[in-house]
Every structure is written in C-alpha cells, then in structure tokens.
C-alpha cells in the first residue's frame, strides 16, 4: 500500500520568510496529492492540492510542486504570517483507492 | 460556504460503553469517510461509504466498528465496546466523487475511553 513520508518534522521561520515542507510517496498510482493545513483543536482544512498531470499550482502565497519520476511533492509558503502557524499534513491518494494516506504532519511556527 | 458538521465534540466513556459519533456531511457529496488521528499522530483512514454500503475499509475498521447512514443527512460511526486505545479525534469527511476529488474535513470529535 501507499507510504507517505513527510519532513521536517517542526520547522520555524521568521515571519515574512518562506516555507518549504516535502513529502515522498510510494505508490506511483498515487494520482491526487492535497494539503491540509490544521489548526489546534480543530479539522484538518485543505488548501491546495495537485493531480498527477499538473507539475506546479499556485494560489497566492501558496504553491505547491510535484515531481512524478522521483515520488515527492513540496510545499511552499512565501512571506509567512503568524496565522500561517499550524500543523501541516500532505497526503497522497492511491490510483485505485478511495482513502487518503496522511504524512506524520509539520508543526510549522512562523516568529513575529 | 458548506461545511461539514460533527456532534458531539467531545466525548467521555467507559471502557466497554457503546459511542455512536454523527457527522453531517456537505448536503450534494455522495461519498462519506471516517478518520482517526490519536493525539500528536498523523490522521488515519478507517472507513469510506457510498450508495449505503461500505466501499473500503482499513485494518483499524475491525468488527467493533461500524457506519450507518439513518436518514438523508446523517452519517454515524458506532463503536460497540470501547477501549482505552480507542481514545482519539475522530475526523468526518466527504467528497462529491471518489477518485481525485477534493475530501472536506468537519471538526472532529475527541473521544475520551476512561
């Protein structure tokens, strides 16, 4: 089944510093990759995501890239906010099942 | 804008005690999930839904569990006898389609098996 490796761990950033957290797969099926972004105590809420056919996505200050051949997406936050400060969750989606496999997750601190 | 619901949000049991945790999912999604995340460990799959019947399952989804859709809104995970180990958040979820579409996560319930 699907693996999903996630790093770093924790990352601190000053604010207005960018952020970069990767994350490796291993099913090569895998066709959908979110990322949920959780708050204490609450659901994780997505906020980007990219199919298998696209190489990049965009959405303000958040992008996220994906490179098939070598199983492993990133994302990317620029000019960082404290309310950026949550946990961190990629995940991948097996070609043919339904269910979500969940990296271990980042605990992200942006510094004022 | 949509959004998936969960009651209660907290929970506290006995060890051995039935709980039975709702979630209403976004009203035109087809396809229902249950998650577990224990407290500071990734979230996990246990179960997905569609058209009234379990579609998969993970191995943590064992005979103590089960989902039911009474009516046309809810979507309910009962856990028979439960246990200590049993303690976590438990995450609703639904899409409108299976394969690639986006999953909208409600708030959770956090489970206490004292």
């Known amino acids: 089944g699907e693996n999903v490796e996630q790093h770093p761990s924790t990352l601190s950033v000053q604010e207005g510093d960018s952020a970069v957290i990767k994350c490796t797969y291993s099913?090569?099926?895998?066709?959908?990759f979110p990322w949920y972004k959780q708050e204490l105590g609450k659901g994780p809420q997505l906020i980007i995501d990219?199919?298998?056919?696209?190489g990049e996505k965009k959405d303000q200050r958040i992008a996220v890239t994906l490179n098939k051949t070598a199983k492993h997406f990133s994302l990317h936050i620029t000019e960082t906010q404290p309310e950026d400060s949550a946990v961190y969750f990629c995940?991948?989606?097996?070609?043919?099942?339904?269910?979500?496999?969940f990296g271990p997750g980042t605990r992200l601190s942006v510094l004022p | 804008e949509p959004e998936v619901t969960q009651t209660p949000s907290h929970q506290v049991t006995q060890m051995g005690q039935e709980v039975i945790l709702r979630c209403v999912p976004i009203?035109?999604?087809?396809?229902f999930y249950w998650y577990r995340q224990i407290l500071g460990q990734k979230v996990e799959f246990l179960v997905s839904?569609?058209?009234?019947?379990?579609?998969?399952k993970s191995e943590i989804f064992d005979d103590q569990f089960s989902v039911e859709r009474p009516d046309g809104s809810n979507f309910t995970l009962k856990i028979r006898s439960t246990k200590l180990e049993d303690s976590a958040m438990y995450f609703c979820?639904?899409?409108?389609?299976?394969?690639?579409?986006?999953?909208?996560f409600g708030p959770g319930t956090r489970l206490l098996v004292l």
């Open positions: 099913d090569s099926a895998s066709n959908y």
């Open positions: 990219i199919r298998s056919n696209v």
């Open positions: 009203s035109n999604h087809l396809y």
């Open positions: 839904f569609y058209n009234n019947e379990i579609s998969e």
């Open positions: 979820a639904s899409s409108s389609g299976s394969s690639g579409e986006t999953q909208y």
């Open positions: 995940a991948a989606k097996g070609g043919y099942g339904q269910n979500f496999v």
